[in-house]
């Protein structure tokens, strides 16, 4: 079922509502120069692999796929470099094999890349002591809008950010297409995906050798099917993937968002999968203004004070024909508040009938500060909540269908705890996020196997 174009709404209707979160510029006109600069470049993606990743999350909700979205908190301009995208590219494929080989189910991969360049805050405006003096500056928002230096001058937004931005993502873009169809990421050749320092890392000795059997069973199993003549291979053995970021800079997102021929509707080809954050889903704002109106698959964070209904207004609002596909409601409770905020929502959402995937984001409700002032992360906790997820579902005949994880694959030390040992004195040492902590490498590896033996036990499959 398609949903039809809603009435009395255009990519820029969303402009006569408050618009929670959205930059305010000094100069009208050099915004309305950047935002015409954008409205004419190519778009970054395709209606057609949008309208694929739609099809692939029913599947996902129908219990024959799992997702798996990952990628940096804030992505930085600067990180645009062949290391730093392979690298993050690599540990998204590596978890992703972990996974298909133990649900026996192909992943759908989705990376928080080559768009996730814009940050909501928790306040407007920033204080630090500088030189012995109190110094207030406007909040870093991501490289979209501002730069991360505590200076008047990085701080100040720039409206032909946003035209940086694109032009790295679609770089990144490039350059990620450019891996795959060269065969990075052929199954017949998973050996090869290995990080560098992955031999020198602390990661455990038990897991780096489950990691080696497995690959090499995977790339056995490919050479029996060869041998036996299966015309499946290739199919099975080509890696897709897909882009997302969060849709927070309105400006951005609907001067991409266009009509294509020979299909209805609009689409926003900034990404394959923009999603709504926690602080702008507010049902009468801006964001779901806009949102309401694209036909590409639609995220929604759920914090554990939303009210059901509430929960239903949004759906109601962003999919009103109830097209399978179009809606991830991705939880991001925090392990303590999970078991009271969860089931009521599943139920109050199975009991209207709502067609949606349901994903786990353990890492956003599980934030805590330090003696010191450094924002973390615990493992253990971002590992419980998706425990206490899954357990959730299954008890009420629901389905847990992925996990969205702030990760890189670089040997960062922003989380606590995992088998790797990061200690609060270890916080210092290679902290480099300018936002949020995130998993390393060691630590998401270990969570994939985790993720993979709770998948691995099997679960019932709830009735259609």
Partial sequence: MHSIEPTSWSPDSWKRLLAAQQTVYP???????????????PPLVTSWEIERLKSLVADAQRGERFVLQGGDCAEAIADCTPDAITSRLKILLQMSMVLVHASKKP????????????????????TRTVNGQSVT????????VNRAEFTEESRRPDPYRMVEGYQHAAMTLNFIRSLLEGGFADLHHPEYWDLGFMRHAALPEDLRAEYQRM???LADGLRFMEAIGERRVDELSRMEFFTSHEGLNLLYESAQTRRV????????????????GERTRAADGAHIEYFRGIRNPVG????AGIAPEELLRLLDTLNPSNEAGKIILIARMGAKKISGALPGLVEVVQRAGKIVLWMCDPMHGNGVTTAGGIKTRLFEDV????????????ALGSRLGGVHIELTGDDVTECLGGASGVTE???????????????NYDQSMELAFSIARRMAKGSAAPAE
């Fill in 383 to 394: 590992l419980r909540e998706i425990e206490t997820s899954w357990d959730i579902h299954h």
């Fill in 107 to 126: 992943v759908v991969r989705v990376g928080r890349f080559a768009g996730q360049y814009a940050k909501p805050r928790s306040s407007s405006t920033e």
């Fill in 425 to 439: 004195q270890d916080l210092t040492r290679n902290y480099s996020s300018a936002c949020d902590p995130r998993l």
């Fill in 300 to 303: 929604i964070k759920v914090g």
């Fill in 137 to 144: 500056l406007p909040s870093y928002y991501g490289d979209l």
């Fill in 261 to 276: 021929p020979r299909r209805a509707g609009h689409y926003n080809l900034t990404t394959h999968l923009p999603w709504i």
């Fill in 27 to 41: 100069d009208r006109d050099v915004v309305a120069s950047a935002v015409a600069k954008l409205s004419s470049l």
């Fill in 215 to 217: 690959t090499d069973r």
